[in-house]
């Protein structure tokens, strides 16, 4: 005698970049033993990093249509497909709360104005009572991809060199060196690994044939003009969008935009 076979439902869901649709089924008990495993990193960077792996991980444990290479899928595309997961596999309604800023200031406001001791002294119980969170309802159903008015990715450089641009794969943000890197290095890291072609003339130049030191003397050799061309390709990514809109205790109207996926989730 053996035990039954469970069977899992099918989902259809479309991968934003490739604008292809794809089939999953619902998340397992085994995949959420993989995301508990990744938080119990304890420091902030590699848990950072172990988190990322065990999303991908889920992800791709959950495609059924053959052929789909999570690696190559951005960050955007993750992030999507792992919502969408989430919605299939427990339910499409999210409950959480939220603390209304103007409200937070007014309240830090009126202690400030009575000398209240709990500002030098959080342990204490403030004299006047905090705003109670906003308790809000997410339906993952209205969830969206908001994309750049201007999708055009490639950047002419001179009457020869055309640069072709690509979203950053999403295993560069499980990289320690990018998640450990600030500034300057940082942006260039995300260049480079935008870069999916080299137009120069006739030829078409990969960039995976050249080192990363290659790539970046390259790079600092481009007018300014056009690396910050590059640098709003980046800053203007696609990402997921959702708007909460609700008047607070002050009576003011506010609109709470969730656009990455701790927005959704704690993890």
């Known amino acids: 005698m053996s035990l039954p076979k469970i069977s899992h439902p099918l989902f259809e869901v479309l991968i934003p970049s490739k604008d292809k649709r794809i089939q999953i089924k619902q998340m397992l008990a085994k995949d959420e033993k993989i995301l508990l495993m990744a938080k119990t990193v304890e420091d902030p960077v590699e848990q950072q990093v172990e988190i990322i792996k065990a999303i991908r991980q889920v992800v791709n444990n959950s495609i059924v249509t053959p052929g789909v290479d999570v690696n190559s899928l951005t960050l955007f595309d993750i992030e999507w497909l792992f919502i969408k997961l989430r919605q299939y596999s427990v339910t499409n309604k999210i409950d959480n709360n939220y603390d209304d800023y103007e409200e937070m200031q007014d309240w830090t406001k009126k202690l400030e104005e009575a000398n209240d001791p709990y500002l030098q002294n959080p342990n204490l119980k403030p004299k006047i009572p905090r705003p109670e969170p906003h308790k809000v309802t997410i339906d993952l159903e209205m969830l969206t991809i908001k994309w750049p008015e201007d999708r055009n990715n490639k950047i002419k450089v001179d009457g020869a060199i055309t640069l072709e641009l690509k979203y950053p794969d999403a295993s560069l943000y499980a990289e320690e060196d990018f998640l450990k ?9 995300l260049i480079r690994n935008s870069i999916k072609a080299i137009h120069d003339s006739d030829k078409v130049l990969d ?9 970046t003397d390259f790079l600092n050799e481009l007018p300014i003009g056009i690396y910050d061309k590059i640098q709003t390709y980046l800053n203007n990514m696609p990402h997921v969008y959702y708007e909460i809109k609700y008047t607070n205790k002050l009576g003011n109207e506010r609109t709470i935009v969730l656009s990455k996926l701790s927005d959704f989730f704690s993890f």
Do not use: A, R, V
């Not at 890197?181 to 890291?189: A, E, F, K, V």
């Not at 960039?207 to 790539?215: I, R």
């Open 181 to 189: 890197s600030n500034g300057p290095d940082m942006i260039m890291i």
């Open 207 to 215: 960039p995976k044939d050249f080192t990363s030191q290659e790539l």
